[in-house]
């Protein structure tokens, strides 16, 4: 039964308004009005100019460049809101980047995916809503309500409009902690399997040892959570271009590219790159890849999923 609530408000805050624009777009209503200032010691301000008394607050914030300046903002978006009573405050974190630090698997280091959990709720957050985290035991760190939307949809209609014989290619997961992503998006497009046994030989080179299944003659689809510096991926179009694939097609979540990624995008043996634009990515980076980048549009989906917590109704029925 639908719920009645307060008057729906969606805010951005800096690291990507134009996908917050967008989702504005897509439900039919104004994006907020909100004001962010850095002082001169670079302490920074948020300032809402709309009231939110009993209001139903939607805050568009990712976790990527600069990261730690914009999961600040994000918390002090969240406290200003609750200090200015708005009846229930939700999270959207397109992309959780600490959702990789999801264990200890160090001596003497945090699990840094925990902290910021314990830190968005702290800063007063009702619920959160994020999309295709690294590591879906992230929900566990929450205490609050977390709906995780996943961009296998998305993904797998852009496939299937680059490549109409999509379910002859063979779907290819980069690593064995890939393999039920890649699975769910090979069911969509009816396609094969396969998988690379790979060996991290350092945070930004890997070392593939086996690929799990056969690419010979076929097209094949690398897909994954994100892509950071294009290290995995530069070996894992290398390794099936090697074992005999015909062309390649890679389409992640969160296109973050850092570091070399636009380099190594720009002279990998690939037909395109596509990531969803839960990540801002610069012209700039658009021109130096050479025309391999492609961005996927996922403000349609968030859209949907505000207007269902919203209302109070499911939002599984968005993956049926």
Do not use: W
């Amino acid at each position: 039964m639908p719920v009645n609530r307060g008057p729906l408000m969606v805010f951005s805050g800096q690291s990507n308004r134009p996908l917050a624009q967008s989702i504005c777009d897509n439900l039919g209503i104004p994006l907020g009005h909100s004001k962010t200032e850095q002082f001169t010691n670079e302490n920074i301000i948020v300032h809402f100019e709309d009231s939110l008394r009993e209001g139903d607050v939607f805050i568009v914030q990712s976790f990527s460049h600069p990261v730690s300046d914009s999961i600040l903002e994000l918390f002090l978006m969240i406290d200003a809101a609750k200090s200015a009573s708005a009846g229930r405050v939700t999270a959207v974190i397109p992309y959780y980047s600490y959702a990789r630090s999801d264990k200890k698997d160090a001596p003497r280091i945090s699990i840094a995916g925990r902290l910021m959990a314990d830190l968005i709720q702290e800063a007063g957050a009702d619920r959160v809503l994020t999309m295709s985290l690294h590591s879906a035991q992230v929900h566990g760190f929450f205490k609050v309500p977390v709906d995780h939307l996943s961009a296998d949809v998305v993904i797998s209609q852009y496939l299937k409009s680059r490549v109409p014989n999509a379910n002859e290619g063979v779907v290819l997961a980069p690593d064995a902690g890939s393999i039920k992503r890649a699975s769910a998006i090979a069911r969509r497009l009816d396609s094969g399997l396969a998988f690379i046994d790979k060996q991290r030989v350092s945070d930004t080179n890997v070392d593939p040892r086996a690929l799990i299944g056969d690419v010979t003659g076929k097209t094949v689809f690398i897909v994954d959570d994100e892509i950071s510096t294009a290290g995995s991926l530069v070996e894992a179009v290398n390794f099936s271009k090697n074992m005999g694939a015909k062309e390649v097609y890679v389409a992640v979540s969160h296109g973050v590219y850092t570091g070399p990624a636009i380099e190594r995008i720009a002279a990998l043996d690939a037909v395109e790159v596509a990531s969803t634009n839960t990540v801002l990515v610069s012209e700039e980076k658009m021109r130096n890849a050479g025309g391999k980048l492609a961005i996927l549009d996922v403000a349609p989906l968030f859209a949907n999923a505000i207007s269902n917590i919203h209302t109070g109704e499911s939002v599984s029925t968005l993956f049926e």
